[in-house]
């Protein structure tokens, strides 16, 4: 393999009013972005929803562009809201839809109940268990619940998204042989535990992501994050594993392509 995937991206709300990092530079298309994008050797990228318009622009996305793929999902964030099962459902039948989430549990905030949390996050994971997909895991301050739901449901695949906990919680994860995505954070971070347990995940459980427009990668930080950074995380963690670059882009394509069935 000598090319990237990023895993996990927005990039559907460019020039969107739902994302307000995107419309600070009016001028940004997503034309430019992808150009950018295969300029730094990321062919494939995953533009992954938070609610059912963010879906569904993800997926008119992929269906407009080769190599964008879409991930269908309520966030934890917006649990609360109302929104039809029946429409977001639809959204499966497009081939482009290669799993389900951002969906999890998030307790650090608290833009919705944990009830409705819970329930949102179960329906989402009997949703993906019916259609064969993996899960897109957000997951924060939240893991004491977050287990239980997966060991009830197993077996299922997915990745933990913007992993930064413990060890434990890493190790557990890989016990389920989920896939841990790590994204620009890992570049910046101060916490040497967090630091050492990005070195310790093995590789074949890896997989690269910007979470763009957010946490914008070292050398880059203070400008805005898009999927063609995702060559700077993999810099970073090749040098931080003492790994050559080229094996590391090679195993995380090949643990993307595997999970998302690319």
Not at 88 to 102: D, M, N, P, R, T
Request: proline residues 4%; neutral net charge.
């Amino acid at each position: 393999m000598d090319y990237l995937v990023d895993t996990h991206c927005h990039i559907q709300s460019i020039n969107q009013s739902v994302s307000e990092l995107w419309t600070k530079d009016p001028n940004l298309t997503i034309l430019d972005v992808l150009t950018r994008a295969q300029a730094n050797k990321v062919k494939i990228v995953i533009a992954v929803g938070c609610d059912f318009l963010d879906s569904k622009l993800a997926v008119d996305l992929g269906e407009t562009y080769p190599d964008v793929y879409a991930s269908v999902g309520v966030h934890p964030h917006a649990a609360g809201d109302v929104f039809s099962k029946q429409k977001f459902e639809q959204l499966l039948s497009s081939k482009i839809v290669k799993a389900i989430g951002e969906c999890g549990l998030d307790y650090y905030y608290h833009h919705s109940s944990k009830e409705s949390q819970i329930e949102v996050f179960k329906y989402q994971v009997n949703l993906a268990k019916k259609h064969n997909l993996p899960l897109i895991f957000h997951v924060r301050s939240a893991f004491e619940d977050f287990w239980p739901i997966i060991e009830q449901n197993m077996p299922i695949s997915g990745v933990i998204h913007s992993f930064t906990d413990s060890r434990k919680n890493l190790e557990r994860a890989l016990d389920y042989n989920f896939k841990i995505g790590v994204n620009g954070m890992a570049t910046f971070t101060k916490d040497s535990d967090q630091i050492e347990m990005y070195r310790s995940i093995p590789l074949t459980s890896l997989v690269v992501e910007t979470d763009s427009p957010y946490l914008t990668p070292v050398p880059l930080r203070g400008k805005l994050n898009e999927p063609k950074n995702v060559l700077y995380i993999t810099e970073f963690l090749a040098k931080l594993r003492g790994e050559s670059l080229q094996k590391v882009i090679n195993q995380t394509t090949i643990n993307a392509k595997q999970l998302f069935k690319l």
